[in-house]
C-alpha cells in the first residue's frame, strides 16, 4: 500500500508564499511523475504542477512565473514553492504519484488534500 502525506498548507495573505510537500511511503520501487493538482469549491479539480522523471516538469498557465515545483527522487518527496500568492489559488491541493511501481504492480495514488486560502 502507497501513502501519499501533505503537509504547509494555510492561510496567507495575497501576495505571500507558501511551500507545499508530499511525502510517498511503502513498498515502491519506483515512481514515474509527481505532482499538484487542485480544487476550489464548485470546480473541478485542475492540473497546478507535475515533474516527471528526468525533471521535465509541466505548469498550469495560471501559476507560471510564481509556483516552483522540485522533487527528491531518493525520498519520494515533491515540493511546491508557491509565491505571489492570489487569492483564486484558494483551493484544496491534492499531491498525486503517478505510475507508482510497487510489489503489486502500477497505479496512480492521491494524498488526502492540503487546504490553502489566500486572502485579499
Known amino acids: 500500500q502507497v501513502q501519499l502525506v501533505e503537509s504547509g498548507g494555510g492561510l496567507v495573505q495575497a501576495g505571500g508564499s507558501l511551500r507545499l510537500s508530499c511525502a510517498a511511503s511503502?513498498?515502491?520501487?519506483?515512481?514515474?511523475?509527481m505532482g499538484w493538482y487542485r480544487q476550489a469549491p464548485g470546480k473541478q479539480r485542475e492540473l497546478v504542477a507535475t515533474?516527471?522523471?528526468?525533471?521535465?516538469?509541466d505548469y498550469a498557465d495560471s501559476v507560471k512565473g510564481r509556483f516552483t515545483i522540485s522533487r527528491d527522487y531518493a525520498k519520494n518527496t515533491v515540493n511546491l514553492q508557491m509565491n505571489s500568492l492570489k487569492p483564486e489559488d484558494t483551493a484544496v491541493y491534492y499531491c498525486?504519484?503517478?505510475?507508482?511501481?510497487?510489489?503489486?504492480?502500477?497505479?496512480?495514488?492521491w494524498g488526502q488534500g492540503t487546504q490553502v486560502t489566500v486572502s485579499s
Open positions: 511503502g513498498s515502491i520501487f519506483s515512481i514515474y511523475s
Open positions: 515533474i516527471s522523471s528526468g525533471d521535465s516538469t
Open positions: 498525486n504519484a503517478g505510475m507508482v511501481i510497487t510489489t503489486s504492480g502500477y497505479d496512480d495514488y
